[in-house]
């Protein structure tokens, strides 16, 4: 592990002896490049994200938190994709690396949600495989509620050639169409027009198909599975994303975002993605 810069920003590289890596900023402790060994990248970065240490960045796994896109009061996808963390773990072996980043309360994350936390991100990668855990713990004297995910962008070579298998017979709100509540009754989801879904309580790993490679998406803790893609129109409008944007990438989030997850103080509560490249 050890410190670089990436688009000017502070970042930290993580390597593995067998060839997997990763770069991680710490702005937002957002993972921003993921290959395993063999080299090719498997997160979606836009050419044009802005890197100014305060915007949010397009791409790689932003963390929202404590709101999930726009359910509640709080800007869109809460303030921790905007916030600089820290470095607080590190460890390494032969074959896996290692990095905890933090991010606790303070005036302004007070001034938009006024609760004391203290969240952790660890960043493992392991042979062919990307782990992300969220650990969220109240350190006040009240409870508070919130609602997070780990907006994992892919990088694919074509949407259109792209499925996604597992989530057949899961519900699922359309913010496509009104939030509607519609049932998943295809045995693969293919993405052809504007997706913004979120699953219901998926208690099955996905499998994310393309023809020359696959990847395996499983959640631990999250319960719903967002998948988005803001295809021709919506992509143009995204003033960081490219026109042809929405062709190279496709985000399959895990979340708690139906339900809000409350915290009693002293507790915990954690949620865990993870990636394995097939
Ligand atoms: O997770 C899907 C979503 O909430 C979409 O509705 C879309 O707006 C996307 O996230 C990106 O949000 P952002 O605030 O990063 O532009």
Redesign the pocket.
């Known amino acids: 592990i050890e410190p670089i810069e990436f688009h000017g920003q502070p970042a930290l590289r993580l390597a593995t002896a067998s060839g997997a890596r990763a770069v991680v900023a710490l702005h937002g402790a957002q993972v921003l490049s993921w290959a395993p060994p063999g080299g090719e990248e498997r997160l979606y970065l836009s050419p044009k994200a802005v890197f100014d240490g305060h915007s949010?960045v397009?791409g790689g796994i932003?963390v929202c938190f404590p709101q999930?896109?726009d359910l509640g009061p709080l800007p869109?996808?809460g303030f921790a994709r905007n916030r600089r963390w820290s470095l607080t773990t590190e460890r390494s072996g032969k074959d896996f690396a290692l990095a905890g980043l933090t991010l606790a309360d303070d005036e302004a994350t007070r001034a938009l949600w006024p609760y004391a936390f203290s969240a952790e991100l660890s960043i493992l990668i392991e042979d062919s495989r990307l782990d992300l855990e969220l650990e969220i713990t109240n350190t006040g004297d009240e409870a508070f509620e919130f609602t997070a995910?780990l907006?994992t962008y892919l990088a694919v070579r074509e949407v259109e050639e792209s499925r996604i298998e597992g989530l057949h017979g899961f519900s699922y709100r359309d913010?496509t169409d009104a939030d509607r509540i519609q049932r998943d009754s295809g045995d693969a989801l293919v993405i052809e027009s504007e997706t913004?879904r979120v699953y219901h309580e998926v208690s099955r790993p996905l499998l994310l198909r393309e023809y020359h490679r696959s990847l395996g998406v499983n959640a631990d803790g999250f319960p719903d599975v967002?998948v988005?893609n803001?295809w021709i129109e919506r992509s143009a409008a995204?003033a960081d994303l490219p026109d042809d944007g929405f062709r190279r990438m496709l985000?399959i989030?895990a979340a708690a975002a139906r339900q809000p997850v409350r915290v009693q103080p002293g507790e915990s509560w954690w949620g865990r993605q993870t990636l394995v490249a097939l």
Do not use: L, N
């Open positions: 949010a397009r932003p999930f896109a869109a996808h995910a907006h913010k913004d967002v988005w803001p995204i985000c989030e």
